[in-house]
């Protein structure tokens, strides 16, 4: 149980136009969904927390007009990159919990998509 | 200073050797602390959690916290190639939602 689908796994796009990455729990209900970035041999960096219905919580830093996201239900989270450039290009990852009664720590890990910008 | 330090490596050692991996911390209130496994290109898996100091067994797999040092350890015993990963440590403070990750170390097991 608990798994969490990305889709897509890798995606191109060039230089200007916006992509969407999407991020489902198969077999639960998450109340929250993550998303993170992970450039080559760093770690992750969390962008912004989502509650189903509601708007999301980004990091400082983070430009909430550039990375969009939307949890309008409760197996599914998505992140569109608009505007996308060469720089946005890396490894978008997303977790989910399951419930608020969930331990905090308990996030289950989406494959992940690689996003290239050209 | 990050908030969680961890040598990204790479850490090459042959095949049954023991493996240690560390990260240090600079935040009093983590009290969950984590270790995830993730293979190339694909998303992190957990492999242990420990809540607050003490150790905590897992097959090969033993976690280690040391609260007043702020020093969190992951042993692997009878290391396999299999285990040729990225091994990330995170942690979290009680009730918060924000996993804070170190830098992972890339560890190859070489037959």
């Known amino acids: 149980g608990a798994v969490v689908s990305q889709h897509p796994s890798w995606v191109i796009c060039k230089s200007g136009t916006s992509v969407k990455i999407e991020c489902r729990s198969l077999?639960?209900?998450?109340?929250?969904m993550f998303w993170y970035r992970q450039f080559p041999k760093q770690s992750l960096m969390l962008m912004a927390t989502?509650?189903?219905?509601?708007?999301?919580?980004?990091e400082q830093g983070v430009e909430k007009d550039k990375f969009l996201i939307n949890h309008a239900s409760l197996t599914l989270s998505t992140l569109t990159v608009t505007s996308a450039h060469p720089e946005d290009s890396s490894f978008y990852i997303c977790?989910?919990?399951?419930?608020?009664?969930?331990?905090?720590?308990?996030?289950?890990f989406g494959p992940g998509t690689r996003l290239t910008v050209t | 200073q990050k908030e969680v330090e961890q040598d990204p490596g790479p850490l090459s050692v042959p095949e049954g050797a023991i493996v240690s991996l560390n990260c240090t911390y600079s935040?009093?209130?983590?009290?969950?602390f984590m270790w995830y496994r993730q293979y190339s290109r694909k998303g992190p898996e957990l492999l242990m959690y420990t809540y607050s100091s003490g150790n905590k067994e897992d097959g090969r797999f033993t976690a280690q916290v040391d609260k007043s040092s702020k020093y969190i350890s992951l042993f692997i015993r009878d290391s396999q190639p299999s285990d040729s990963a990225t091994y990330l440590c995170?942690?979290?403070?009680?009730?918060?939602?924000?996993?804070?990750f170190g830098q992972g170390t890339r560890l190859t097991i070489n037959p």
């Open positions: 995170a942690m979290i403070i009680q009730g918060a939602q924000k996993l804070v």
């Open positions: 077999d639960f209900q998450a109340t929250t």
């Open positions: 989502s509650n189903e219905g509601s708007k999301a919580t980004y």
């Open positions: 977790s989910a919990r399951e419930g608020d009664r969930a331990p905090s720590y308990e996030q289950y």
């Open positions: 935040n009093s209130a983590f009290q969950y």
